[in-house]
């Protein structure tokens, strides 16, 4: 397969004259994907449903990157209000970095997210990426990033969002309510490569 997720660690990103660390996931322009499922939001109760339904039928268990456009019923997005360049971790110090939830209702959404049962991995690099966010629960980790799209932006994918069809960026608890799946596409993280 000519695509696989990599995860990069950004060793010391400077941000005047402080320091960052961070690890992230990168999907290469043209990357395929290695199923398209055509999802009937009413089939699940939320997001979450969605992707730990994916884990177990579409993936068989391994855990998988994902990029979507979605309508939510009802959504909660959070956000780092401050950069965590101190030492200190921003779910350590929720209080210091982490904005007051937002609620938002009947919102499209273009979403980048990984997923992984997090009792069947080992791979030490996989664990700095998928990491639990306070707001989830189970042991299904769904990390889901987003940005909010204005409704007259022309997007059928996530990869065609550009500059103008954004209204904000946050992170996207999974317990959001489907309204609409406009497309979903599934990578399996099965080689995973660490950039030092």
């Given at each position: 397969?000519?695509?696989?997720?990599?995860?990069?660690?950004?060793?010391?990103?400077?941000?005047?004259?402080?320091?960052?660390?961070?690890?992230?996931?990168?999907?290469?322009?043209?990357?395929?994907?290695?199923?398209?499922?055509?999802?009937?939001?009413?089939?699940?109760?939320?997001?979450?449903?969605?992707?730990?339904?994916?884990?177990?039928?579409?993936?068989?268990?391994?855990?998988?990157?994902?990029?979507?456009?979605?309508?939510?019923?009802?959504?909660?997005?959070?956000?780092?209000?401050?950069?965590?360049?101190?030492?200190?971790?921003?779910?350590?110090?929720?209080?210091?970095?982490?904005?007051?939830?937002?609620?938002?209702?009947?919102?499209?959404?273009?979403?980048?997210?990984?997923?992984?049962?997090?009792?069947?991995?080992?791979?030490?690099?996989?664990?700095?990426?998928?990491?639990?966010?306070?707001?989830?629960?189970?042991?299904?980790?769904v990390h889901v990033h987003?940005?909010?799209?204005?409704?007259?932006?022309?997007?059928?994918?996530?990869?065609?969002?550009?500059?103008?069809?954004?209204?904000?960026?946050?992170?996207?608890?999974?317990?959001?309510?489907?309204?609409?799946?406009?497309?979903?596409?599934?990578?399996?993280?099965?080689?995973?490569?660490?950039?030092?």
């Amino acid at each position: 397969m000519p695509f696989y997720p990599s995860l990069h660690r950004v060793g010391q990103l400077e941000v005047c004259d402080k320091f960052y660390t961070t690890s992230s996931v990168f999907l290469a322009p043209g990357a395929t994907p290695d199923a398209t499922p055509s999802v009937n939001a009413a089939a699940f109760a939320d997001l979450r449903a969605l992707c730990e339904a994916t884990l177990r039928g579409t993936t068989g268990g391994r855990p998988f990157f994902f990029t979507g456009v979605l309508r939510l019923g009802t959504c909660v997005l959070t956000s780092l209000r401050e950069a965590p360049i101190t030492g200190q971790g921003p779910f350590n110090n929720p209080s210091k970095y982490c904005a007051l939830p937002r609620h938002q209702h009947n919102t499209r959404f273009a979403v980048v997210g990984c997923v992984a049962d997090m009792r069947h991995i080992e791979d030490p690099v996989l664990q700095r990426v998928v990491y639990k966010n306070p707001l989830e629960h189970g042991d299904v980790f769904v990390h889901v990033h987003c940005v909010e799209l204005r409704e007259d932006a022309p997007v059928n994918k996530a990869a065609e969002v550009r500059p103008e069809h954004v209204a904000s960026v946050a992170h996207l608890v999974s317990d959001a309510t489907l309204a609409e799946v406009t497309s979903f596409e599934v990578f399996i993280m099965d080689d995973i490569e660490g950039i030092n």
